[in-house]
């Protein structure tokens, strides 16, 4: 049996991926850079396509035409064969919840550290996001055409959106992003236990924007009662860290406006 024949054995059983790990078990008695020079050459041909390293997904008839096969489509096999948690994030996660109008030109999976079992060299279309523990409950699930995804929730792709907001194009971008997932965020009794993710500052920013920027003041309040609540001591925080020009201070949410935000009409 040849490797061009494995792999088409794998693909006819619903197998969309393998390692080269795989490769080099199964043919245990073929030389190592031969087994590579194969895979080069099925790669050249649009048979297979490499991923990320010693990682390859078998080229579907649906993406053949192009060569280019969307991360959706491998997302969840290569977290499993990098063996690290993840969620679909930012730009992509609120594209999933049907509110992102443009398409992201990135692919963003949030994971944990270490960062050197993920390489943005490897796959420029993938774009990583770390933090130190994932948060589970937060997390959405879907079907995709090879298993199932996971995702955040709109409620923590609104809290993500703000604390990372460098990775997406700056608050205003945020903002309008935000401004679509207000039509599906419930911050009801979900505050004490974002807290373990986020920080109090990211929750300030949340609802400063959501009170004066976006004219949400409903879901600010349910936010800014559960800080109460919760005896959160807010203090002056800059609305962007990118900035250092300091300005005008909401005294509710604590907030040094340093930047104006501009809201994209959607």
Known sequence: MTIREWIKNKEIAGTSHFSIDEVQHTFENTPEQQIKNELYRLSSQGVITSIYRGFYVIIPVQYAAKGVIPPLYYIDQLMSNIGKPYYVSLLN???LLGCAHQRPQRFYVTTIQP???TSKSKNATLYWVYRKDIPES???TKNSETGTIRYSNAELTAVDILQYSSHIGGLSRASTLLYELTEITN???KIEELLQFTTTATLQRLGYILDDILEESEQADVIYKQLIALNKRMVYVPL?????ESGEKNKKWKIDINIEIEVDDV
């Open 93 to 95: 996660a609120a594209e």
């Open 115 to 117: 960062y050197a079992t």
């Open 187 to 189: 911050f009801e009794n």
């Open 138 to 140: 937060f997390l959405l």
């Open 240 to 244: 962007s860290n990118q900035a250092e």
